[in-house]
């Protein structure tokens, strides 16, 4: 089982409308979750972290934690063609100090 | 917000030659860097951890002598890649974490194309 996961996608959604990722992960003692950006070619962006449950919120951005589901989403709202991009989650490991676990990634592609 | 510089963006190098990947923290000083390397449509794998003043930890199945890691002081880690091969071709991508508030920010990536 992977530690994170990811539907690798791509998932399509309309210019204006709601993009929903979500990630899964397996280490019941995860304590932070982070949301990344990647375009082609170039490295991770840091969209936002998490480490409550519940919602937290920044901009068009909304990241929401479930511990008890072990579930971590992204929402997109007013989604752009420049959102399209491959969405990294990632975890640290629990007991493993500062390390990050990414998932594989889901690819979104806003259409006009 | 916090930056790290990764140098060279891009790298070509003949098969038995060594390159090395420089990780500056430009605006904070940063104890732990971490480098990851990335395969085309893969996610992040990461290598290595790297300590500040201490060696390196490796991650299982990265050899530690074929991946060189020092980090010099607060701001510079390097990451040399010894007797390259063509399967060592990949994306290498920095990271440091600025503080546990702040999350982790990425280097820009080296493209090294082993030939």
């Known amino acids: 089982q992977k530690e994170v996961e990811q539907n690798s996608g791509p998932l399509s959604v309309p210019e204006g409308a709601i993009a929903s990722l979500n990630c899964t992960y397996s280490?019941?003692?995860?304590?932070?979750f982070f949301w990344y950006r990647q375009y082609s070619g170039k490295s991770p962006e840091l969209i936002m972290f998490?480490?409550?449950?519940g919602d937290k919120e920044d901009g068009r951005f909304t990241a929401q934690l479930n511990k008890a589901s072990q579930y971590v989403s992204l929402l997109i709202r007013d989604s752009q063609p420049s959102d399209s991009a491959t969405y990294l989650c990632?975890?640290?490991?629990?007991?493993?100090?500062?390390?990050?676990?990414f998932g594989t990634g889901t690819q979104l592609k806003v259409e006009l | 917000g916090a930056v790290v510089s990764q140098h060279p963006s891009r790298v070509i190098c003949k098969s038995g030659t060594s390159v090395k990947i420089e990780c500056r923290s430009l605006?904070?000083?940063?104890?732990?860097m971490f480098w990851y390397r990335q395969f085309p449509k893969q996610s992040l794998m990461l290598m290595a951890t790297?300590?500040?003043?201490?060696?390196?930890?490796?991650e299982q199945g990265v050899e530690k002598d074929k991946f060189l890691i020092n980090h010099a002081s607060l701001t510079l880690s390097t990451l040399t890649v010894t007797s390259a091969h063509p399967e060592d071709s990949s994306f290498y991508i920095c990271?440091?974490?600025?503080?546990?508030?702040?999350?982790?920010?990425f280097g820009s990536g080296t493209r090294l194309t082993v030939v």
């Open positions: 990632a975890a640290t490991a629990a007991g493993g100090g500062n390390k990050l676990t």
């Open positions: 990271s440091a974490e600025q503080g546990a508030s702040y999350g982790y920010t």
């Open positions: 280490d019941r003692g995860s304590q932070s």
């Open positions: 790297s300590n500040e003043g201490s060696k390196a930890t490796y």
């Open positions: 605006d904070f000083q940063a104890t732990t």
């Open positions: 998490i480490y409550s449950n």
